[in-house]
């Protein structure tokens, strides 16, 4: 994290109690599931990763400051550009009204930031990120730091020994991740995992976005589905 979005240095944050979503257990309300399956607004991810982690770094009236400064920007368009950092785009039209990214490895997710500038617009991209994960077999949505926003939808804290619990199953596998081939590999798995719902509706063909074939009722039957 940075101090402020001008600021030059970062730094690194263990919390004590850390915030997941279980993926079996988001909080769909009855509005918000009217909202998304009436396909209020186009939902992407993937097509505009710059445009998001810059959209949350943009101060708000709600949050004058931003923790997201140009190093850390920087270095998740890079990690983008390998196939780790992923994001979850919510459009009016053609314009970008919210969305959310993170960072995919193994078989967890790291919700970095998300960003609404329409209503339930970051609600709406978080419901389609748990169910992208779910699709993909993932077991881990780390959301950092509980907030009564994430409360509502689900989220609960966890202490330190039980993360790492959870991480670890998650993570498992790929110890060889700092290592170029085994990085390369890691994403490459990442990649694939975070697109299979983008295959639901394409047969075995690989595609970019999830606009076209998964519709917002689909979406709401996967989140209101019992394991």
């Known amino acids: 994290m940075a101090d402020s979005r001008d600021a030059g240095g970062v730094y690194w944050v263990e919390p004590r109690r850390r915030a997941v979503l279980p993926l079996g257990g988001f909080h769909l309300s009855r509005s918000l599931a009217k909202r998304i399956a009436s396909d209020r607004f186009r939902v992407t ?8 982690i810059a959209l949350c770094a943009e101060s708000a009236e709600d949050r004058p400051e931003t923790w997201i400064n140009t190093t850390i920007e920087q270095v998740f368009l890079d990690l983008h550009a390998r196939g780790f950092a ?3 785009e919510c459009w ?3 314009r970008l009204v919210g969305g959310l990214y993170g960072l995919a490895l193994g078989r967890a997710f ?13 609600k709406v991209a978080l419901a389609w990120l748990v169910a992208r994960l779910k699709v993909g077999g993932f077991s881990l949505l780390d959301c950092q730091f509980m907030t009564e926003h994430l ?5 609960v804290e966890v202490s330190r020994e039980d993360y790492k619990a959870l991480l670890g199953s998650a993570v498992s596998g790929i110890d060889g991740v700092a290592v170029a081939a085994g990085a390369v590999a890691s994403a490459s ?11 639901l509706g394409a047969g075995d063909t690989p595609t970019c976005s999830v606009s076209g074939p998964v519709s917002g009722n689909f979406i709401v039957q996967l989140l209101t589905q019992t394991s």
């Open 189 to 199: 798995s990442g990649a694939a995992a975070f697109g299979a719902l983008d295959r």
């Open 110 to 122: 790291f919700g970095e930031s998300m960003v609404s500038r329409a209503t339930d617009a970051s």
């Open 151 to 155: 409360a509502t939808l689900g989220a």
């Open 92 to 94: 009016d039209g053609d």
């Open 45 to 52: 991810a993937d097509t505009a990763f710059a445009d998001v």
């Open 86 to 88: 992923h994001s979850v």
